[in-house]
């Protein structure tokens, strides 16, 4: 596809783990991003994986990267309310390069 | 160091009137990016600059829109004039030439309303 695809929504409840998901759009990307919005702020940078990596974690946070697949995925375990919050998924084609993001996850935790 | 910066937050302007969006990107970053988010198209790029000079402009919705770079510590983004179309959230990044994952800081964005 030519588009970076996430789905728009995932609710979970507070202590399980949230999973989501993105497929990219190019399979020679060189840098693939996590990025985490709250309501009316801007991005902050959440985690990056290089694309020769296909697993990387930090502290409550894992990505796994599937390169034949273009699959991209960032699963934060321990869900906290305070983690409530729009995920985006943003690919560079080389580098230093701009961002092509998705259009967004919306992740809402439940107490 | 006190991160992108960009001014105003917020400006509310009415069809026709010039608007002027302005960042500071990070000290010694050498990359610059304006973006802009909106509901229907999400975030995307408008331009990017490498030591003050436009490398990919191919993202300005049109002639109206102009950005420049007069200097590694200022970037302007200008709309003469504005239509309600452009209501949106412009953001502008900054990134070094080498950072270990090329990574893009953002700003907290300026929130344009034009009625």
């Known amino acids: 596809g030519e588009d970076v695809e996430q789905s728009l929504f995932l609710s979970v409840r507070e202590g399980d783990s949230s999973v989501i998901n993105c497929t990219y759009t190019?399979?020679?990307?060189?840098?693939l991003y996590w990025y985490k919005q709250e309501p009316g702020a801007g991005l902050q940078l959440l985690t990056y994986?290089?694309?020769?990596?296909d697993m990387k974690q930090d502290q409550r946070l894992t990505v796994l990267l599937n390169k034949k697949d273009k699959h991209l995925s960032l699963r934060i375990a321990d869900t906290q309310t305070g983690d409530s919050a729009i995920y985006f998924c943003?690919?560079?084609?080389?580098?230093?390069?701009?961002?092509?993001f998705g259009k967004g996850t919306r992740l809402s935790v439940i107490a | 160091d006190a991160g992108v910066i960009q001014s105003p937050r917020h400006e509310v302007t009415e069809m026709g009137q010039e608007v002027t969006l302005r960042c500071k990107p990070i000290?010694?970053?050498?990359?610059l990016f304006w973006y802009r988010q909106t509901m229907m198209r999400g975030l995307e790029l408008l331009i990017y600059?490498?030591?003050?000079?436009?490398?990919?402009d191919s993202g300005m919705p049109e002639d109206r829109f102009s950005a420049k770079m007069p200097n590694a510590s200022f970037s302007t983004l200008k709309i003469q004039p504005s239509e309600p179309r452009d209501s949106a959230v412009y953001f502008c990044?900054?990134?070094?030439?080498?950072?270990?994952?090329?990574?893009?800081?953002f700003g907290p964005g300026t929130r344009l309303t034009v009625l």
């Open positions: 943003a690919e560079m084609w080389s580098g230093n390069t701009p961002l092509v």
């Open positions: 000290s010694g970053h050498d990359y």
């Open positions: 994986i290089f694309s020769n990596m």
């Open positions: 600059f490498n030591n003050n000079v436009p490398i990919d």
């Open positions: 990044a900054s990134s070094p030439t080498s950072g270990s994952g090329n990574e893009q800081f």
């Open positions: 190019d399979s020679s990307s060189t840098y």
